[in-house]
């Protein structure tokens, strides 16, 4: 639906790097996707807000990190920079979804050009419907931020690291490798620290670790 959508949009895991870079994004910046696949996305684009000289995600993806203090991520203007080099004023939207592999979640921005969010709103909010309809899981319109800092829950040591590489976007045979126990131990871990979580799917389980301040850092 993306790779063929006139917009701009590119999708990043929690950690920044990015997983997708469609034509229209290759359009207003510059890059085409074989540049920009599998890099961090402060190390290409250095989002300045207007008038700031600081890349404003140096330290985290604004929109990461408005979902760790269980706020809603909203769309903002960056100037962003482009493969010629120059800035140029974008408008971006953020969806958070789960991505196509093992439900790990990945930050969507909408790009558009102008510093008027206006246009990149409206697609978020078809988009956000379309998706819903064909069964995505997407939870960036309930951020649920009633479970802030200082919950009581309480994960143990293995559930941690579980939920760790769940966040990176492992599938369970890999995580059992890394950790040195099966994949059915694995499971284990998952449907007990969702049950902690109060999380009806994996993706709902790394956002909500990630607003209640225990995935603090991936």
């Not at 990043?12 to 034509?23: E, R, V």
């Amino acid at each position: 639906m993306l790779a063929t959508a006139r917009f701009g949009a590119y999708a990043m895991s929690i950690d920044q790097m990015i997983m997708f870079w469609n034509q229209g994004a290759q359009r207003i910046l510059g890059y085409p996707p074989e540049t920009v696949l599998g890099r961090r996305c402060y190390e290409v684009v250095a989002g300045l807000v207007p008038g700031g000289l600081t890349p404003a995600c140096r330290h985290g993806c604004p929109s990461i990190r408005r979902i760790q203090a269980g706020v809603l991520p909203e769309p903002v203007t960056m100037q962003m920079r482009c493969a010629s080099g120059r800035r140029k004023v974008v408008s971006l939207t953020p969806l958070v979804v789960a991505g196509r592999e093992f439900n790990a979640p990945l930050l969507v921005h909408l790009l558009s050009d102008g510093p008027e969010p206006g246009s990149s709103k409206r697609i978020a909010d078809s988009l956000r419907k379309d998706l819903k309809g064909l069964g995505a899981d997407i939870v960036s319109d309930e951020p649920g931020s009633d479970s802030g800092p200082g919950s009581s829950v309480r994960l143990s040591k293995r559930q941690l690291e579980v939920l760790r590489l769940v966040a990176l976007g492992w599938e369970t045979p890999r995580i059992a490798q890394e950790l040195g126990i099966s994949p059915h131990t694995v499971l284990n871990h998952i449907r007990h620290l969702r049950q902690k979580l109060n999380a009806a799917t994996k993706l709902e389980a790394v956002l909500t670790a990630l607003r209640m301040g225990i995935l603090d850092r991936i």
